[in-house]
């Protein structure tokens, strides 16, 4: 398995989660990241995407401000810290490796991805 997303759960409207995706890439640090959730019946869209640095990142505008993409190069780690949950953002969240610079929102130029990890916020 070369992304593991962790971290998801049941949790309250309000509450908050944190989502992590461990890589067993020999090269995490040369790829920007992302993370994409999918609702039940609906495509799967963009959440949040961190440059190869980390210093750049970029959010979907429903969960700016609530949401925080991290990443950890040294534990080949990319992390998604969510606060301020909506029963809106129940989804299953994927994590996944970008194959093209600079930072993109199309899921086109996400060439691998994680299993996924189900969040489900209740009102």
């Known amino acids: 398995v070369q992304l593991q997303a962790s971290g998801g759960g049941l949790v309250q409207a309000g509450g908050s989660l944190k989502l992590s995706c461990a890589a067993s890439?020999?090269?995490?640090?040369?790829?920007?990241m992302g993370w994409f959730r999918q609702a039940p019946g609906k495509e799967r869209e963009f959440v949040a995407a961190?440059?190869?640095?980390?210093?750049?990142?970029y959010y979907k505008d429903s969960v700016k401000g609530r949401f925080t993409i991290s990443r950890d190069n040294a534990e080949k780690t990319v992390y998604l810290q969510m606060n301020s949950l909506k029963p809106e953002d129940t989804a299953v969240y994927y994590c996944?490796?970008?194959?093209?610079?600079?930072?993109?929102?199309?899921?086109?130029?996400?060439?691998?991805w994680g299993q996924g990890t189900l969040v489900t916020v209740s009102s």
């Open positions: 890439l020999r090269t995490f640090s040369s790829y920007p």
């Open positions: 961190v440059a190869r640095s980390g210093g750049d990142t």
């Open positions: 996944a490796r970008s194959r093209v610079q600079p930072v993109s929102q199309s899921r086109d130029a996400y060439d691998l």
